[in-house]
């Protein structure tokens, strides 16, 4: 069963964001969906993730917040067959103090979890953060983008092209599709090769909102990047660990 609400003129494609939400506890949909109307965005509701997989993949949201223990399907096939066809932004809801849960949702691709019983303005906090880095960079036709470490200019080192506006990534010129946590984790080690970034400063990166995750989200990232490349290029070695210290890229 789904629930959807559209927006007051009913136009078929709303001015604010779409946010899809899927859980089988009916309380949960219901209170988060009231705040995050009450924010702005459009809401589509999923009480389980097979009426959910059809709908994300067909008209895709801007984002999508699953939760993990569903009858039916859960989160994590859930995301799964999302991955397999979509690069939507998703993240997690997670069971209190679950390692397992977290570690799994963000091999799969998760963007980010957050743990119940969870707070309402955090949930907003992340879902805003996760929605601007997706964001395409407008500029005014002709004028030319400068770059800079966090910048929306193109950038090549040695084998890697990132392009920030478009969230396109290519690898010896074949395209790797990344997460946008991933695609900022990564242009913040290329932004400048051989330099060692601790975790904090790839959490602040990624996260720049004040918002907390711990030092196994960015391994986990990192870890799921490294696989990607390595589809492409089974030597792809240019994100070092230095142990204790933090990561590197190497461009050479």
Do not use: C
């Amino acid at each position: 069963m789904s629930m959807t609400s559209e927006s007051p003129n009913g136009d078929s494609k709303p001015q604010g964001k779409e946010i899809a939400l899927v859980d089988d506890d009916r309380n949960i949909l219901t209170t988060v969906s009231i705040a995050l109307q009450a924010e702005g965005f459009v809401t589509r509701l999923y009480s389980d993730g097979e009426t959910a997989l059809k709908a994300l993949l067909q008209n895709p949201p801007d984002l999508a917040v699953f939760d993990i223990k569903m009858p039916k399907m859960d989160g994590m096939e859930l995301l799964s067959r999302v991955r397999a066809q979509s690069d939507l932004p998703v993240i997690f809801l997670t069971s209190k103090d679950d390692e397992a849960d977290e570690e799994a949702g963000l091999e799969l691709g998760a963007d980010d979890y957050i743990a119940k019983p969870f707070s309402l303005r955090l949930l907003i906090a992340r879902i805003r953060a996760i929605l601007r880095r997706k964001e395409p960079v407008e500029r005014v036709p002709g004028e030319e983008a400068l770059p800079s470490e966090t910048g929306h200019a193109s950038l090549t080192r040695g084998r890697l092209f990132m392009d920030p506006a478009r969230h396109h990534v290519r690898w010896d010129d074949k395209p790797v599709s990344l997460t946008v946590t991933e695609f900022l984790i990564l242009e913040a080690l290329a932004a400048r090769p051989g330099v060692i970034k601790s975790r904090n400063q790839l959490m602040d990166a990624a996260y720049p909102d004040d918002v907390f995750v711990d030092d196994r989200t960015v391994d986990s990232h990192i870890k799921r990047m490294r696989r990607k490349f390595r589809v492409v290029d089974d030597t792809f070695s240019a994100i070092d660990t230095l142990y204790g210290a933090g990561y590197s890229f190497t461009d050479g």
